[in-house]
């Protein structure tokens, strides 16, 4: 619900009488009047006057896709050659004599287009060029413009659903096998260039205002990967023409996520960045590029608190190494264990000792940590104490207790939260628990595995969706597919 205090009030700013200026004119919105025209006598010759308003709209909705394939397709091949030779940023090329044929698929369908194949002068057996797709930028046999968007749509859903949804807004998609090969190659390439890509990203997006403090962290979640049985082979009962695929068997690996969330005075998130990667992921380049972002906060805002708030796993300390690496010597990054992990081993506890909580030692048990920094000190000595006092061995509430001791022993100085909580400082890693369950909503879906390829791609992919910063991203990779072709003299 929006906080009263926030909403604006009616008309505050307008004279009274005044009336609200429209957002654009009818003018502004208008088109070349013979074009509309022309639209409605094509429509009514394709549905009649009777047709229903949504059948109309259908109708112009198929005509403006047909003009505008014919109008991408004539585009296309406006950027042909047959030249003998081209120069392709600099290096020269010559015309193979073979003819060659390749096809290119848009919104709106597929094109096949008719062009020569080059090589590079001198360079014996080297690879081909088309100079139509360095010209267009064509990415896994798209044009730029279908691949930006199947790119953008697979974050969300796998080959079938993204065949399906293309399908339904009325655009014209490959077949479902040519999206699952091609959006994983698409994947692979921008899972390699990603640390590089958000370099970009940052360049093309302003800092949010009113920065007042920075959390980031580190975190891991199960992934179902479908991977190869060593040295085995498939036998069949019959004669086969193809080669035996391999066996597979199933496992659950740890994949890798992270986060850098900004936050303003009053401890409210105003944006969150992502990352993700596969298990074999080292976790210090996952660690270096969350913190690339915690030093572009600071590098704008300086003075902000940081904080790095994460589980106690021994592995997560590669976020703490990467801040050391990336931070400016005067700041100092705030090191805490994550608030409710710890609250998770203390309601353990009480959950052994009390099922039933009737003394609500859980809420005091919070209450304390967030209002005095020294109450894990208190609780500690509460607990061994309690300890003492258990009878038997080896019980459900004598192992509770010591887990809590033990995830405390040596970390206590990371759960000191009370001065941050009253500073509106961050406490908590909900940002990169929140990405854990983000990713897992795509990648964890009934029945699904993963080869590394496709699983790296698609977190890459998904994170730049979820940072909104797909398109600036995309920018930078586009324009790594675009090359300038001149003919020869």
């Given amino acids: 619900m929006a906080d009263p205090k926030k909403l604006k009030k009616p008309n505050a700013a307008r ?281 572009w906060l600071v590098g704008e805002h300086p003075g902000i608190a940081v904080h790095c708030v994460q589980d106690a796993a021994p592995e997560l300390r590669a976020m703490v190494e990467a801040l050391d690496n990336a931070l400016p010597a005067d700041v100092e990054a705030v090191e805490l264990i994550d608030f409710e992990h710890l609250m998770g081993y203390l309601d353990d506890v009480v959950d052994a000792l009390d099922p039933r909580d009737s003394h609500n030692m859980k809420g005091w048990y919070r209450g304390e940590l967030l209002r005095d920094d020294d109450a894990i000190d208190r609780i500690c000595r509460n607990l061994r104490a309690q300890a003492k006092r258990l009878p038997g061995r080896n019980t459900k509430s004598r192992r509770a207790i010591a887990a809590a001791l033990r995830y405390a022993r040596g970390r206590k100085d990371k759960m000191r939260y009370a001065s941050h909580y009253g500073a509106n400082l961050p406490i908590g890693s909900g940002a990169t628990e929140s990405t854990c369950w983000q990713m897992q909503q795509r990648v964890k879906l009934p029945g699904q595995s993963w080869e590394p390829d496709g699983l790296r791609g698609t977190l890459a992919i998904r994170a730049l969706v979820l940072s909104e910063r797909w398109e600036s991203a995309w920018n930078h990779y586009a324009a790594g597919h675009r090359a300038e072709v001149t003919i020869s003299p």
């Fill in 15 to 295: 004279p009274a009488g005044a009336k609200k200026k429209p957002a654009a004119t009818a003018e502004k919105r208008r088109v070349d009047p013979e074009m509309l025209e022309l639209l409605k006598r094509k429509r009514l010759e394709r549905v009649g006057p009777n047709a229903t308003f949504e059948q109309k709209n259908d109708a112009m909705f198929e005509i403006m896709r047909d003009l505008l394939w014919e109008a991408e397709d004539e585009l296309l091949r406006g950027e042909r050659t047959d030249a003998d030779e081209i120069d392709v940023d600099g290096k020269k090329f010559r015309r193979l004599d073979q003819p060659s044929s390749a096809t290119y698929f848009g919104r709106f369908g597929s094109h096949q287009v008719e062009e020569p194949l080059y090589r590079e002068v001198g360079v014996h057996n080297g690879p081909t060029v088309k100079p139509v797709e360095l010209r267009v930028g064509v990415v896994e046999h798209m044009l730029p413009d279908m691949a930006r968007i199947v790119g953008a749509l697979s974050a969300e859903r796998g080959s079938r659903g993204l065949e399906r949804t293309l399908r339904t807004v009325g655009y014209a998609p490959p077949s479902r096998a040519f999206l699952a090969d091609h959006v994983t190659a698409l994947g692979v390439e921008i899972a390699a260039a990603a640390a590089e890509l958000e370099v970009a990203a940052r360049a093309a997006t302003a800092v949010p205002e009113g920065v007042a403090s920075v959390s980031c962290g580190l975190d891991r979640m199960s992934v179902r990967m479908s991977e190869p049985v060593d040295g085995s082979t498939c036998t069949r009962t019959e004669p086969y023409e193809r080669d035996a695929p391999a066996m597979k068997e199933y496992h659950w690996r740890k994949a890798w996520v992270g986060s850098a969330s900004a936050f303003d005075a009053e401890g409210n998130e105003l944006a969150t960045w992502r990352v993700a990667a596969d298990a074999a992921t080292d976790p210090a380049q996952l660690a270096e590029r969350v913190a690339a972002d915690v030093a």
